[in-house]
């Protein structure tokens, strides 16, 4: 029952990544592009919790803080980008 409950959370994780994905190729401004990216890695990181449990490898746990690291990283460097990008005035849509 547990591998199948934790089979069921990545299919419903990789569902809600392809939403995502979706999300950031028609997003109509950079702000819905930024949002679905940085769920994008949040979802990426769950998945590969959920892959390190239920293989019982601690490997995927240390993979998964880095990416988490790398990702808020990320996300700060494209939060600056757009800040700048616009901050003489111009909207962002």
Do not use: H
């Not at 199948?4 to 950031?24: K, P």
């Not at 919790?49 to 998964?64: H, I, P, Q, S």
């Amino acid at each position: 029952m547990r591998l199948l409950m934790l089979d069921a959370m990545q299919w419903f994780c990789i569902a809600c990544a392809l939403f995502c994905v979706l999300r950031m190729l028609l997003g109509p401004t950079s702000a819905d592009r930024l949002v679905a990216l940085t769920v994008l890695s949040s979802l990426v990181l769950g998945f590969l919790v959920l892959r390190g449990v239920r293989e019982n490898r601690a490997l995927y746990l240390d993979v998964a803080l880095v990416y988490d690291i790398f990702g808020f990283l990320g996300f700060l460097a494209i939060a600056r980008f757009l800040k700048d990008k616009f901050s003489d005035g111009d909207s962002p849509e």
